[in-house]
């Protein structure tokens, strides 16, 4: 079967250069869905990977896009299974995650466990606003036991007003990448490197990876400050099509995370 992940547009996404590198596909015209069925067989070296047709899907560098989770190859093969007359990435988020870990984030964990942790040192629940009191007191409400969490587990993390930076003490760094080597695979770093690059936190990130929240009590929580200013002012149309979009992704890591 010819490779048609190497012929689509992966998206775009804010994570470290060698996950941009994979996912920065040219621009080109969307290709006609050429299958009938997607579903999921065993994979040749193990877990499970979707097929078209009987044909396993390869990601761009040729490797089989396969997982070791059943209900999770099953969702990406649902994915494939969705397709209309044009076979779209935009709506394939599974899919153009397990391309990334794959094909980039397996060659460079080092480098992309390094560009997560840097989060620590510039988390959003660490800058806080200084009025009007509303806001104050719902960051304080969404925030704060998160970080009472991480301080539990080592990482005492520094609060400041503003934007000013604020350095974060050694040992709570430290703290934060050992919960974080927890989450080796290349599938849960790119998991893990998107929900922390939507949100802004890392804490946020390792406490949803940890079980310590909701998936929609976590993402709430990212979009505070946004959520009461739409409170004040109204929501903005392109704004909200924006985080739309960005749901998508988050709740597509999140599936990739639980999936384990």
């Known amino acids: ?3 048609i992940l190497s012929d689509l547009d992966l998206g775009e996404d804010k994570l470290s250069d060698p996950v941009r590198e994979t996912q920065a596909g040219l621009k080109k015209a969307l290709p006609k869905r050429f299958y009938t069925e997607a579903s999921v067989i065993p994979g040749a070296e193990g877990g499970f990977v979707v097929a078209l047709d009987g044909k396993t899907v390869r990601t761009p560098s040729r490797r089989e896009l396969g997982v070791s989770s059943p209900a999770l190859a099953e ?3 649902a994915e494939w299974q969705a397709q209309k007359d044009r076979i ?3 709506t394939m988020p599974l899919t153009r995650l397990v391309n990334t870990a794959l094909d980039g984030v397996a060659m460079a964990a080092e480098e992309v466990f390094e560009d997560i942790l840097r989060y620590a040192g510039s988390d959003l629940l660490c800058y806080r606003a200084a009025e009007p009191e509303a806001l ?3 960051e304080s409400e969404l925030w704060d036991p998160y970080l009472d969490w991480a301080a539990e587990r080592g990482a005492r993390l520094i609060l400041s007003e503003g934007i000013v930076h ?6 709570a760094i430290r703290a934060m990448a050992a919960l974080l080597r927890r989450y080796a695979t290349p599938l849960e770093l790119t998991a893990l490197h998107t929900i922390t690059s939507l949100t802004g936190s890392l804490v946020l990130a390792l406490a949803l990876a940890e ?3 909701e998936p929609s009590d976590i993402w709430a929580a990212a979009h505070a400050d946004e959520d009461y200013a739409i409170s004040q002012w109204g929501e903005d149309f392109e704004a ?4 739309a979009k960005r749901l998508i992704d988050f709740e597509a890591a999140v599936l990739i995370l639980q999936a384990g």
């Open 1 to 3: 079967m010819r490779d």
């Open 75 to 77: 969702a990406i093969a």
């Open 88 to 90: 779209d990435p935009a």
């Open 136 to 138: 104050v007191a719902m």
């Open 166 to 171: 604020v350095e974060q003490p050694p040992e």
């Open 211 to 213: 079980g310590q929240g």
């Open 240 to 243: 909200a099509a924006r985080r």
